[in-house]
């Protein structure tokens, strides 16, 4: 089964919840309402003739410009995307979902996103949405231990943000 | 109750046991690096286990933000900095990947022989360590006058001794010496029949057996679900190897090789090497399978060495040159794993069309790895930890990056 297949199962199964898709890329993706990830995501791993079950990787790309003279020249809005690479150890074949997210919710500086955790589908999320809530500053609704993973747990912001600020010191330690 | 308390053999009728945290770590020699465990105990039972992780955190993939993909080659050495040559291997494919970039053939075999090399120094090391993990100390001696005289031929092709940098973007950064072959051959003559010394030394152990047989057993399902790869996962007896089961770009470098994936299929193990047979209380999925799947990765490594050898000597074509250190990348992204000694490491690169990529995200194996240790460890003993731990394998300074 390649891209095509699977976003027409899944605009099926999920309707509206399916936002968009890019199937020329190298690794074709599909993008999914950040609401509707941990059901597709079950629906993605249970079904048996896709049997998605290994979470390869969950990242988080930040699309912000801090220059304004080169932001004025990119083509997107500020945005995040959550993105997940999935692999079918049966079938032997990949799949990636995206999810787009404002970059501060409500547009309030300060405020994390929030999407939906998926550690009870695949376990292996469960750390690595501790590392994309540490590094890249993503909530992630009802995960069961959300605390930084690699920073220490008084750091203050979330380093690949593109506008973060490295602190200028930390416990007496000089940064800068 | 009365009665038992009569009985002289039960002497420690009375001894009450308290519930008590037990922290491992970061400066512990058996945690492999700067990894702490924080374990929950009663007695001798260890009833949690809580990594802390972090140590080691260099934010490489902030560096990664950057540098140009050339550049950044240093800084993957310096995850898993015992197998560094597959850690430059897999960024240079990822960007390979992006750039569409096809290689010679001289080039791929080239790879192929460095990698494996690698390969079986890493495992080496792997083999070592957890020897020193159940307290014994010659098999580390053995492991690492073996592994010197693969740093030595390294250190002929590239100039380093760990942190290679040698496979780089377009190719590699020089051609191999001359002579260079004939003494990798000479090594590996020299080195098969020492891996029999390697098997009385731990494998057929019995005390050795006794330790790690029948600990730590992680079912394939769990295996998977936790994102476990490589010889944790094989050592469950999940059929899966990148090297034939990866993308197109990956696997077109073994292309017409001769190998069988390291796993027991049908309560045996591919059958075309000598090695000792499995000890009946050892369980698939336990510490000792973990070992085992390692050690016969060894001997699958040195016959892929042998047929890249072959291959290279009569290949057409140039090394590959490295494509300029300025390279524009292509608009888009690629994601690419390849198989590592400790898994699959995978490394993902969102490019804008400048030179610099917009994001470069490495995903770990090791990562996933230690992350079932809480679950391995659920229920065994304080003198099981380093056993189950140390049977993972992992490289602190490829979790933390």
């Known amino acids: 089964m390649r891209g095509k297949q699977f976003l027409d199962r899944l605009t099926k199964r999920f309707g509206d919840a399916i936002t968009g898709s890019n199937l020329e890329a190298l690794d074709p993706w599909i993008e999914i309402a950040p609401d509707s990830i941990a059901e597709v995501g079950r629906y993605l791993k249970t079904e048996p003739d896709l049997r ?18 080169k932001a004025a020249k990119v083509s997107w809005q500020p945005h995040l995307e959550v993105v997940y690479h999935l692999w079918s150890v049966p079938y032997r074949v990949s799949l990636v979902l995206k999810v787009i997210l404002p970059r501060w919710k409500d547009d309030r500086p300060g405020s994390l996103p929030t999407v939906p955790t998926v550690s009870s589908v695949w376990r292996t999320a469960d750390w690595h949405e501790r590392e994309a809530y540490d590094l890249c500053g993503v909530e992630f609704a009802g995960h069961p231990n959300l605390r930084r993973i690699l920073c220490p747990e008084d750091w203050v912001g979330h380093p690949l943000r593109k506008d973060y600020e490295m602190p200028l010191e930390y416990h007496g330690i000089r940064n800068r | 109750m009365s009665a038992d308390l009569d009985d002289p053999r039960i002497i420690e009728f009375d001894v009450r046991t308290d519930e008590m945290l037990v922290n491992m770590g970061p400066q512990h020699p058996s945690t492999h690096g700067v ?3 924080v374990l929950r105990t009663d007695g001798e039972i260890v009833s949690e286990t809580t990594p802390h992780i972090g140590y080691l955190h260099r934010s490489a993939e902030k560096i990664g933000e950057n540098l140009t993909p050339r550049q950044w080659i240093p800084y ?58 159940l307290g014994t100390f010659s098999p580390f001696l053995y492991a690492f006058r073996e592994r010197e005289k693969i740093l030595d031929l390294f250190e002929e092709a590239c100039g380093a001794r760990l942190t290679y940098s040698y496979l780089t973007v377009g190719g590699a950064t020089a051609d191999l010496p001359k002579g260079w072959l004939q003494k990798c051959e000479q090594f590996l003559d020299q080195f098969l029949p020492i891996i029999d010394e390697y098997h009385t030394l731990l494998t057929t152990n019995a005390i050795f057996v006794r330790r790690t047989a029948g600990i730590g057993v992680l079912s394939p399902e769990m ?38 994936v390291i796993v027991q299929k049908n309560g045996h193990y591919p059958k075309d090497h000598n090695y000792p047979a499995v000890p009946s209380s050892a369980v698939l999925g336990d510490c000792w399978h973990r070992f085992y799947v390692r050690m016969l990765e060894v001997m699958q490594s040195i016959d892929l060495v042998r047929q890249a050898i072959d291959r290279y000597s009569v290949a057409a074509g140039s090394w590959g040159e490295p494509v300029k250190l300025t390279e524009k990348l292509p608009k888009g992204e690629a994601y690419l794993e390849t198989e590592c000694p400790r898994g699959q490491m995978g ?10 990529p917009w994001r470069a995200r490495a995903r770990s194996s090791s990562f996933c790895n230690l992350s079932v240790a809480h679950e391995l460890c659920q229920g065994c003993l304080i003198a099981d930890v380093p056993a189950i731990v140390g049977s993972l394998d992992i490289v602190m300074g490829e979790i933390d990056r």
């Open chain 1, 52 to 69: 998605f079950d290994m979470l390869c990787d969950l990242t988080v790309v930040d699309y912000f410009e801090p220059d304004p003279k």
């Open chain 2, 35 to 37: 990894l702490r465990l």
């Open chain 2, 76 to 133: 993957t050495d310096r995850m898993d900095y015992l197998a560094a040559m597959n850690m430059n291997l897999g960024w240079s494919l990822t960007i390979e990947k992006l750039m569409k970039l096809e290689l010679p053939e001289k080039a791929k075999h080239l790879r192929v022989i460095i990698a494996e090399m690698n390969r079986i120094a890493s495992h080496l090391v792997g083999m070592g360590a957890y020897g020193l993990d």
């Open chain 2, 223 to 260: 295996a998977i679900d936790y994102g476990c790869t490589g010889p944790v996962l094989r050592g469950s007896g999940v059929d899966q190897d990148l090297r034939r089961d990866g993308e197109e770009c990956y696997t077109e470098m073994y292309d017409g090789y001769a190998f069988e």
């Open chain 2, 347 to 356: 490394f993902y690169v969102v490019s804008d069309g400048t030179s610099i």
